[in-house]
């Protein structure tokens, strides 16, 4: 008797072990059908400067009920490319759970005014909005084009001016405070207020003359002592020195 009572006791044991464990299993199960496997729990944004890493995360729909595998990356590059001051999404998933993005921002280098016309331009001449956030954020030369027609004739003119002188003459581009536009002249301002004068035909080869110009004086002056440097004609360049006491 009393070895059947044990082996009725251990056969209990084993149905209620047995019982547990297709439990916890149909638990397991269930869940996993309500949460999948490597939902996505973190997304990391690296490279924003101007941007709000909040802003850029918003942009992305987090689903509880989709594994981190099914979201569409593409789909997700494209959105976040549309937003103006984004050049580049590079996107990848890290750790099974996190949705990693760097980020490659806009830069602008100038802002082109225009009547009440205003956009800032990148390097690829990508037009900018311009608010409060990012007037403060970029000090970038103004170019106030001051012709009604044509207007994406002088557009053109003034982002291939800037873009040059960023590339080839990177110490004048930070010297520049504003440049006029106009169909006859084209006058670059400097921070100390030297006015550079420029034959809106010939831009490129007058800023190479204003280039070489600064390299015969570099021992003796800079572009600075002056108050104008004409460079409008062709075998010669004209310039007043400023006066010293007027200086800066």
Do not use: W
Not at 15 to 37: D, E, R, V
Not at 107 to 136: G, H, R, W, Y
């Amino acid at each position: 008797m009393k070895i059947f009572l044990k082996k009725i006791k251990s056969a209990s044991i084993k149905i209620l072990n047995t019982t547990i464990i297709l439990c916890f299993i149909i638990s397991i199960y269930n869940h996993s059908q309500k949460t999948p496997p490597f939902t996505l729990k973190q997304i990391t944004v690296e490279g924003n400067s101007y941007l709000n890493q909040e802003d850029i995360k918003s942009l992305i729909n987090k689903d509880n009920k989709k594994s981190i595998s099914q979201y569409d990356i593409a789909k997700i590059k494209k959105n976040i490319e549309k937003q103006l001051f984004i050049k580049n999404a590079d996107i990848k998933i890290k750790n099974f759970n996190n949705l990693y993005i760097k980020i490659e921002e806009r830069i602008p280098v100038a802002l082109i005014i225009n009547e009440n016309k205003q956009n800032f331009i990148d390097i690829e001449n990508t037009l900018l909005p311009v608010n409060i956030k990012s007037l403060n954020t970029f000090p970038v030369p103004l170019i106030n084009i001051k012709e009604n027609d044509s207007i994406d004739k002088y557009e053109e003119t003034a982002f291939s001016i800037i873009k040059y002188i960023l590339n080839e003459y990177p110490n004048m581009y930070r010297n520049i405070s504003e440049i006029f536009i106009t169909e006859s002249l084209i006058t670059i301002i400097t921070d100390n207020n030297t006015s550079i004068y420029v034959d809106p035909n010939m831009p490129i080869a007058n800023i190479n003359k204003l280039k070489e110009f600064e390299k015969s004086i570099k021992h003796l002056k800079n572009i600075d002592d002056h108050q104008y440097i004409n460079l409008i004609y062709e075998k010669q360049i004209v310039v007043k020195e400023r006066d010293s006491f007027n200086h800066g």
